[in-house]
Structure formats: C-alpha cells, structure tokens
C-alpha cells in the first residue's frame, strides 16, 4: 500500500468540508488535482470513501470511519512535529544527562537551578550512575551529556570533554586528630591512618591511588563508600581519616569535622562529556551552556596538565586557592 502523507491531508480537507472546490483552495490546488488525490487514495486503500454527486459530496461509512482515525493521526503528527521544531529552535523539550549520584546532590543540583531559572520550558531529566555506565550512556547515544570527575585525562576519542572545575584531594578529620594540628597534610603522613573515601563511581578512588603512587605511599586496604555522608559519619565516629575534594562544589563537610589540604596536590577533575561526532540539539547545548557557566576553561578536552590547578595555600587553618 502507497498512501502519502497529503493524500491524508487532502482527504481530511475534503471530508471536513464537504466539498473538493474548498478543500482546493486550502492547499492552494485545482479542483481536479484534489479530485485526482482522492481518487488514488481510494484506490490505494482500495475503499470507496465519498459518494459523490453533482450537487454534494458525503462520506460513506467507510469515509467516515477512516476520517475520525485519520484526522486524530494527523493532529497527532503535527503536535509531535511542533513540539520538536520548538525544541530544535528554542529552550523546550526534555533533555537527558547522566551523573554520578554524588555530583547530582551537589554541583548538579546547582545547574539544573540555573536550567530551571534561565529555561522554565526545558525539562532537564538527570540519570544517576556509577561513572562507567555515564560514559557508556554517552558513547551510545542514551543521555544528551554526562558529568565525570576524573584524575587524568579522558581515554578514547569517542567523546569530547569540556574542564568545568578541579578539585583539591583534602584530609578530613574532627579537630582535635593529630592531623589536624597542621595546615596541610603530606600524603606520607597518612600511612599511619586507616582510610576513607569515595568509590571508583566517583572518580576518587582512582585519583587517590594516583597519589599514592607519586609519592611513594604503601598501598594499604581503604575503605570505599558510596556517598559522601557516609564517609563523614566514619570519620566522626573515628574509624579513620577521609578523603575528599572539598570546594563549593561538592558536599560540604560537617561542622564537626575539620579538612586539610592534601600536599602536593592531588585535583580532581569535573569535566562535561558528549559524543565527539554527534552535535548537541539546540536544547542540549543551552543545558551545557548552564552547567558550564562556572567554566573558566576553554572549550577542549583536558590534556593531563590541564587536571592540575594553581597551588592551594593555606593560612591559619583556612584554605585558599590562588585567582
């Protein structure tokens, strides 16, 4: 069966009208070019659709029938097509990214407010998964854009990154830890302590074994957790010390706990991902636009050097980072 788009259209026309001399004027056709689209619809269908006579024209049942279907198909394909051209030239529709849980209770958050504030129209949906699975839904084409947070540079040449912000590895521990007594702790210094941090879902982990490499620390067994929370009730409880990365976009660190520096520096990176050959949809690159607002970086993917931030310096117990 051959059946066109018009033909529908045209039919549609000509049975709300009652007539072919109008429906003719509504696509700007001649009589008989309506007559003629009617007719191989009817053939094509093979139905007779209108009983036709020199002074009226009437649907016969058949008509009927495949108006009321048709006619709500076509309201729903024009729908469907008016919403996606909004979306393509505006700041509507949905838009999908993916996130590791952590992030998404923090800087995240934040963007999707400022999606929210700048584009009441956009719908910005977040998937929350370990960051495997949001390089994955990013490779495959099942999220607009990923967020990670990573020690080195990104594998790969399927996705293109753009550096959002570095993060400083911090020591976490209550006040009174031996630790605490100074205003940055040297990675050696740690290998007295149980540890704990973040899982490989957030990219700490890896991060932490880069620095125990670098700077020559035993490898020893850590205990790895899920969410920030967690790690912070460990620490209160003195089950260890935590590390973290600590600035203003990631979970705050309790009152009762103090942070310090780790040095050298170990950052971490938050960087956003999508699949390097494929563009963005006009909605999905105004969401990006959003979430890289804190971006002071170029629009690149980060080369290992680019992972390193300007030093930490720390007075009286009160971290800083240099402009």
Same mark, same amino acid.
């Given at each position: 069966m051959n059946v066109s788009l018009q033909q529908l259209k045209v039919f549609v026309a000509v049975a709300r009208e009652r007539s072919f001399t109008r429906a003719a004027r509504e696509f700007d056709l001649t009589q008989s070019a309506v007559s003629r689209c009617v007719r191989e619809l009817e053939e094509a269908v093979e139905l007779k659709l209108f009983d036709r006579t020199?002074? @009226?024209v009437e649907l016969t049942h058949a008509g009927a029938s495949l108006e009321r279907r048709i006619g709500r198909l076509l309201d729903e394909i024009e729908l469907t097509l008016r919403e996606e051209r909004a979306a393509y030239d505006g700041h509507t529709g949905v838009v999908v990214i993916a996130s590791n849980p952590v992030l998404s209770s923090s800087w995240v !958050? @934040?963007?999707l407010a400022r999606c929210a504030a700048a584009f009441p129209e956009l719908t910005v949906c977040v998937r929350d998964q370990p960051q495997s699975g949001v390089l994955a839904s990013v490779e495959q084409g099942e999220v607009d854009f990923g967020v990670v947070s990573m020690a080195e540079p990104l594998a790969g040449d399927l996705l293109? !990154? @753009?550096? *959002?912000f570095t993060t400083p590895l911090h020591a976490v521990m209550p006040p009174a830890h031996p630790l605490a007594r100074h205003a940055s *702790? !040297?990675?050696n210094e740690l290998h007295e302590w149980a540890l704990i941090t973040l899982n490989a879902d957030t990219g700490v982990r890896a991060a932490l074994e880069l620095a125990f490499n670098a700077n020559g620390v035993k490898r020893r067994p850590v205990q790895e957790l899920g969410h920030v929370a967690a790690v912070l009730r460990m620490v209160e409880l003195g089950l260890g *010390?935590?590390?973290l990365p600590i600035d203003a976009h990631w979970p705050a660190i309790s009152a009762s706990l103090v942070s310090r520096p780790l040095a050298p520096v170990m950052n971490l990176a938050t960087l956003l991902v999508h699949r %390097? +050959?494929?563009?963005? %949809?006009? +909605? !999905?690159a105004a969401g990006w636009a959003q979430f890289s607002a804190t971006s002071q970086t170029a629009d690149v993917s980060p080369s290992a050097s680019q992972l390193q931030t300007k030093p930490t310096v720390a007075r009286d117990g009160v971290v800083l980072h240099e402009p």
């Amino acid at each position: 069966m051959n059946v066109s788009l018009q033909q529908l259209k045209v039919f549609v026309a000509v049975a709300r009208e009652r007539s072919f001399t109008r429906a003719a004027r509504e696509f700007d056709l001649t009589q008989s070019a309506v007559s003629r689209c009617v007719r191989e619809l009817e053939e094509a269908v093979e139905l007779k659709l209108f009983d036709r006579t020199t002074r @009226q024209v009437e649907l016969t049942h058949a008509g009927a029938s495949l108006e009321r279907r048709i006619g709500r198909l076509l309201d729903e394909i024009e729908l469907t097509l008016r919403e996606e051209r909004a979306a393509y030239d505006g700041h509507t529709g949905v838009v999908v990214i993916a996130s590791n849980p952590v992030l998404s209770s923090s800087w995240v !958050a @934040q963007g999707l407010a400022r999606c929210a504030a700048a584009f009441p129209e956009l719908t910005v949906c977040v998937r929350d998964q370990p960051q495997s699975g949001v390089l994955a839904s990013v490779e495959q084409g099942e999220v607009d854009f990923g967020v990670v947070s990573m020690a080195e540079p990104l594998a790969g040449d399927l996705l293109h !990154a @753009q550096l *959002v912000f570095t993060t400083p590895l911090h020591a976490v521990m209550p006040p009174a830890h031996p630790l605490a007594r100074h205003a940055s *702790v !040297a990675w050696n210094e740690l290998h007295e302590w149980a540890l704990i941090t973040l899982n490989a879902d957030t990219g700490v982990r890896a991060a932490l074994e880069l620095a125990f490499n670098a700077n020559g620390v035993k490898r020893r067994p850590v205990q790895e957790l899920g969410h920030v929370a967690a790690v912070l009730r460990m620490v209160e409880l003195g089950l260890g *010390v935590g590390i973290l990365p600590i600035d203003a976009h990631w979970p705050a660190i309790s009152a009762s706990l103090v942070s310090r520096p780790l040095a050298p520096v170990m950052n971490l990176a938050t960087l956003l991902v999508h699949r %390097r +050959n494929r563009s963005l %949809r006009p +909605n !999905a690159a105004a969401g990006w636009a959003q979430f890289s607002a804190t971006s002071q970086t170029a629009d690149v993917s980060p080369s290992a050097s680019q992972l390193q931030t300007k030093p930490t310096v720390a007075r009286d117990g009160v971290v800083l980072h240099e402009p």
